[in-house]
Structures are given as structure tokens and as C-alpha cells.
């Protein structure tokens, strides 16, 4: 109950940053636009363009919400709020959930105006298909959630903004989300050890066939969470012992 | 140690000590605070009272000793919403007004008052729905007072609570901890000033180069760093007759001027006496306390902390 009241703040707080309107939905959605609008017809790594790039988008644009969600405690930090945090009975496993809730939240805006571009501009899904790329983005965010909480433990406010925009930009790339990197040989193998790769193919993977995601693509989002949270767990007990 | 005891004793701080590197900032600190009591601790800048405070809420870890708070941990403390405090640090965060923050803070305790009445009490009324990032310093000084003080904790912690408040800022805090204190809670708070110990602590712990250097009723601990100084203009008066009057421990010149510098407040009146006596063309008399930094110094002396220091190594 109490933590319910948090939480609800915490999603009000995150609804009027302006940042992620910007990085998590308008940037995305105008790319989109451009790319797939002049190109509905064609075909992008076997399957239809604006399927690609609209999956392709959701994930550049949703990755953004949920790392620069936690990463927004670098600047609770800076002011000390965590510390005035620290003292209420505020858990901090409640602290971090609502990082990590509200950076959802803000993904899924940033899924549903990228679906609903797509389905304007010609990408027909059935009902299946969509839930099934919808929940293949949000399993494949998990690593970036708790990305964006180990950062907003590591970087400083200052260096914030371009990390996070200079990060996630990198990996949306490599993981295709501008149009496909490589299409095979040993660049290939390393891309897809990313999360990000798999996150641009949940559009591909859930029209089905081969049957949603691979093994390989559950492992890798797998390792990356497990590793992720240990050095995020790391940094934060490092944060609250020393001052 | 008996149930009822542990209840008095609220707040147990035992054998406290903690270093940055090669700096003591706490050297085993020993305070116990009974319930209700209003305690200041006094000191100058670096004596080691936000290491303290930071300690007494779990905040910073001890190298040695311990902090017991109502019987329990500070951690646990914490949990149960028995303790609030306003720390020195911090802006408010963005994209929330002043009731917002407020309304967040207090769904965290058990027992919030209503943020309808701490808004008023702390004058925040008027700004309530301004956003955080707009606030002036002293306006956000308030709003940190209110989210301490909506919490309703049996501890409050406040270090250097009126440090960016103007003097009705600081006559309204006060009256606010009055009401607080009225009502039987516990209050500790940090302070450089004197005045504010005095005005507003049942009790004053007066701390010095991480130290407890003093403890006890404020009466007792301004006698003890009430050192004073007299300024007056008088030309022509040798330095070493101006010593020789009982009290004065020091003499210096600037220019007409002479400051003796005595070592209380009682021999003060009598040295300001005698000079009078003797030079009655003294003229611009002024009295005032001595620097608490001066004070503290006396008090500790530098030469035992020297001695320690070797000790230690």
C-alpha cells in the first residue's frame, strides 16, 4: 500500500520528463516514418520493411525508456535524495522496482505508438502475432532495465545524457535496429550474443514458424540479466557504504 | 539491561568511531539520549557531527561501536518508521511539487501527520504546488522541514536544520520543533551556533575534532565556552598594563583599538570593571562571546590531540 503511493509518484514524475517523450517516442516515431513510409512495399531481412523497422523502433525507442529510467538515479544521487530516501522505510528493492515499473511503463508507450504507426502504414499482424512480439520485447528489456539502475549508480549527471544516448544508440545499431548490420559470417555470431539483437527480432520471431525466439536468444538475455544485476548489486552497496 | 531502561535510554550511541582514510572524523563517540530529550550537538565545521548523525541513522557504516535506536538497530529503526530526520545534503527532485513530495514522503511512515497542517505549519502553503526546481533556498530549506517533520517519527534527526533559513525561517522551524518536542519525541540536531544550542536543546554535546568534549545542561556548557572579548578604543595604554588586570588573558592592538580577550563571562565583568577604573577615557566599549571555533580550541587543546595523534600511530 504504502509502496503503491511511491509508485504512483514515481510513474507522475516519469509521465513529465520531456526527455523521454523525445528519446522514447518522437525520435523513434519520426525515424520510422521516414524510413518505412516511402518503402511499404519492400523487404527487409526476409520479411516485410515496416515490419522490420517497426519493430526495429520500438526496440531503440523502448530500451531508452526502461535505461534511462534507472539511470535517473544518478541524478537522485547527486542531490541526495537517495540518502533522504535511505531513512524513510521506503524498502530499497520497492525504490528500485519503481525505477523499473515506470521505465515500463514508458516502453510500453513507446510499443503502442510504434504499432499503431506500423498498422497506419501497413504492417498486418493477427492478434497472436502481436502479443507475441509485444511480450518478446518486454522479456528482451529486461537486461536493459537493470542497465540503466547499474548506470544510474556508475555515471554522473553531467555524463548522463550523452552515455545513455551515446549507449543505447550504439546497441540499438549493432543489434540491427536501423536496418541489419551483418547478415552472416562472424560478425553475425557476435551480434547476436546482444540482448539488443534479439530484442529487433521479436517482430521477425513472432510471425512464428520457427517458433518464436531461439534457445540462443533466451541464454543471452538470460546471462546478460544475471550479470547485469550482480555488477548493478555491486555499485549499489559500494554507493551506500562508503559516504 | 531491564526493559524500562532500554525505553529511557532511546538512543545509544557506544564506543562510536569512524576514519576517511587517514582522517578521524569520529574518535569513539559516547552519547546516550533519553526519550524526549531535546539534544544539540555543538561544534564548529569537521568535528565530526554529520559523521555522527549519519551513523545514528544507518546511513554510514562504524569502524567500530554501535548505535542502538529504541532497542533495535538504526536499520530496523528506520524500517518501522520510528525515525526522520533532514540531512545537510540536497535540491528537491524534479517534476513533483512541494504536496506532491510532501504527500510521497508521508505514504512511506506508519503514522504521517496531515500535509494539510505541515504545509501550514512550515509555511509552505503558499508555494505548495510549485514544482521543486523552482523553489528558492530557503524556500526548499522549508520543504525539507516539512518532510521531516510529516513523517511524525519518535526521532527526528535534523543536521544543520536552519543553515539556509533567514531569521524568520529559523523562528518558524523552531516553533515547529517546539510543538514537536511538546509532544514527547525525541529531537537531536546539529548546529554551529551557540545561540541555537542554548536557545533550543535541553542538553548540549559539544563536540571538537571528533570528539565528545563536553556534555550537559546549556548553562553549564556556555560557562564552560563562554569565553568573551572587550574591544575598546583607548590610545596610549601599554599592552602589558592592559594584561595585568585580573581575568584579561590576552591583549591585542589594532591601531587604537585594544581587544582583551578573558576566559568567562564572570571575569570578563570584572576585567571591563577594573578597566573602567583605571582608564576612564576608555570609549566604543563592546562585549561579545568569543568565536566557538577559539572556544572549542581552548577547550580541546591542541597539544593533547598532537599527543593522541602519535599515540594512535
Known amino acids: 500500500m504504502r509502496s503503491f503511493t511511491y509508485l504512483r509518484f514515481e510513474l507522475l514524475r516519469t509521465l513529465r520528463n520531456r526527455r523521454f517523450l523525445i528519446f522514447s517516442l518522437i525520435f523513434p516515431l519520426i525515424l520510422f516514418l521516414a524510413i518505412a513510409g516511402p518503402n511499404k512495399n519492400a523487404v527487409e531481412d526476409g520479411i516485410s520493411l515496416p515490419l522490420y523497422f517497426m519493430t526495429g523502433m520500438a526496440a531503440w525507442g523502448s530500451m531508452n525508456a526502461v535505461i534511462s529510467s534507472g539511470a535517473r538515479i544518478a541524478a537522485e544521487r547527486q542531490v541526495g535524495w537517495t540518502r533522504q530516501m535511505r531513512i524513510t522505510p521506503l524498502k530499497p528493492s520497492a525504490y528500485f522496482s519503481a525505477k523499473i515499473l515506470s521505465g515500463y511503463m514508458m516502453a510500453l508507450f513507446s510499443i503502442a505508438v510504434m504499432a499503431f504507426a506500423g498498422s497506419i502504414i501497413g504492417v498486418r499482424l493477427d492478434a497472436t502475432q502481436w502479443l507475441t512480439m509485444l511480450g518478446l520485447l518486454l522479456v528482451g528489456l529486461i537486461p536493459f532495465a537493470v542497465l540503466g539502475i547499474m548506470l544510474g549508480h556508475l555515471v554522473t549527471v553531467d555524463t548522463l545524457g550523452p552515455t545513455i544516448g551515446g549507449l543505447t544508440s550504439l546497441l540499438a545499431l549493432l543489434g540491427g535496429a536501423f536496418g541489419p548490420l551483418v547478415s552472416s559470417g562472424a560478425l553475425l555470431t557476435i551480434v547476436r550474443l546482444l540482448p539488443s539483437y534479439w530484442l529487433v527480432q521479436a517482430g521477425k520471431s513472432a510471425l512464428g514458424g520457427a517458433g518464436v525466439w531461439p534457445a540462443q536468444a533466451w541464454i543471452v538475455i538470460a546471462v546478460w540479466t544475471v550479470v547485469l544485476t550482480r555488477v548493478s548489486v555491486r555499485v549499489y552497496k559500494r554507493d551506500t557504504s562508503r559516504v | ?313
Open chain 2, 1 to 313: 539491561m531491564t526493559s524500562s531502561e532500554t525505553r529511557s535510554a532511546s538512543i545509544q550511541l557506544s564506543n562510536l568511531t569512524k576514519s576517511y582514510g587517514d582522517v578521524q572524523a569520529v574518535r569513539s563517540v559516547d552519547i546516550t539520549i533519553h526519550a524526549g530529550e531535546t539534544l544539540a550537538l555543538l561544534g564548529p565545521n569537521g568535528a565530526g557531527k554529520s559523521t555522527t548523525i549519519d551513523m545514528m541513522l544507518g546511513l554510514t557504516r562504524p569502524d567500530a561501536g554501535s548505535v542502538t535506536l529504541f532497542g533495535s538497530s538504526p536499520a530496523d529503526a528506520v524500517k518501522a518508521g520510528e525515525v526522520g530526520g533532514m540531512l545537510q545534503t540536497g535540491t528537491l527532485i524534479q517534476f513533483m511539487s512541494v504536496r506532491e513530495l510532501v504527500t510521497m514522503v508521508a505514504s512511506l511512515y506508519p503514522h504521517p501527520l496531515a500535509v494539510k497542517d505541515v504545509l501550514r505549519i512550515t509555511r509552505t502553503s503558499e508555494f505548495a504546488d510549485r514544482p521543486g526546481k523552482k523553489l528558492s533556498g530557503g524556500q526548499t530549506q522549508r520543504v525539507r522541514m516539512a518532510i521531516a517533520l510529516v513523517a511524525d517519527p519518535d526521532l527526528l534527526v535534523l543536521d544543520e536544520p536552519t543553515a539556509a533559513l533567514d531569521v524568520e525561517g529559523r523562528r518558524d522551524f523552531w516553533t515547529a520543533m517546539r510543538e514537536v518536542a511538546a509532544r514527547g519525541k525525541t529531537i537531536v540536531f546539529a548546529t554551529h551556533y551557540l545561540e541555537e544550542a542554548d536557545a533550543y536543546a535541553d542538553r548540549i554535546v559539544l563536540m571538537a575534532r571528533g570528539r565528545v568534549v563536553a556534555d550537559g545542561p546549556p548553562t553549564e556548557i556556555k560557562a564552560k565556552v563562554g569565553g568573551r572579548t572587550i574591544r575598546a578604543t583607548l590610545p596610549d595604554v601599554d599592552e602589558e598594563a592592559l594584561v595585568a588586570i585580573s581575568g584579561v588573558a590576552n591583549v591585542e592592538r589594532r591601531g587604537e583599538a585594544v581587544i582583551l580577550t578573558c576566559d568567562s563571562s564572570p571575569s570578563c565583568d570584572g576585567a571591563l570593571r577594573e578597566l573602567l577604573t583605571r582608564y576612564p577615557g576608555a570609549r566604543d566599549l563592546e562585549v561579545r562571546g568569543a568565536g566557538l571555533e577559539e572556544a572549542f580550541l581552548n577547550l580541546t587543546g591542541d597539544q593533547d590531540d598532537l599527543h593522541d595523534d602519535a599515540g594512535a600511530l
